[in-house]
């Protein structure tokens, strides 16, 4: 008796799922190539050229101050701390124009999303293909908004 009960839950489920799909339509997905958004976004590629000259300028303070540390004879526990602390803050400082970039980036897709009525983009990456038919290339555009 309890089998049966499961049984009819099961195909009354089933049969449920099976109509909500039938009456969805069709899913548009987009995608983007990451890597050309990298290479020719101008927005992208202004935060990457801040990022190398402040992770540059930290890396140099940090020389400086181990320099400084080591010719007032500090003893090798506080040099190793220096160290870990500067790369520590070179870190950050990346973590955070990380953060910026993928923020400029969701943004931009999220609207030509919208515009283009797609309801999943994903990450193509030629090492790593996820849509090898059909879909829609929206990089161009992503390029164009990352101006």
Not at 101 to 122: F, S, Y
Request: net charge neutral; glycine share 6%.
């Amino acid at each position: 008796m309890k089998q049966n009960k499961k049984r009819m839950a099961m195909l009354a489920g089933a049969f449920a799922i099976m109509t909500l799909a039938a009456g969805c339509g069709k899913t548009e997905i987009g995608y983007v190539d990451p890597s050309r958004i990298e290479k020719e976004a101008p927005a992208i590629m202004n935060i990457d050229a801040e990022m190398k000259s402040k992770v540059e300028e930290v890396q140099k303070q940090a020389q400086e101050d181990l320099k400084e540390k080591q010719a007032q004879g500090a003893p090798p526990e506080e040099m190793q701390k220096a160290q870990q602390q500067a790369m520590g803050k070179m870190q950050q400082t990346s973590s955070i124009y990380d953060q910026q970039k993928t923020i400029k980036l969701q943004t931009a897709v999220g609207e030509i999303a919208r515009t283009k009525k797609l309801d999943a983009v994903l990450f193509n990456v030629d090492e790593q293909k996820l849509v090898h038919l059909g879909g829609t290339d929206i990089t161009d555009d992503v390029i164009k908004a990352l101006q």
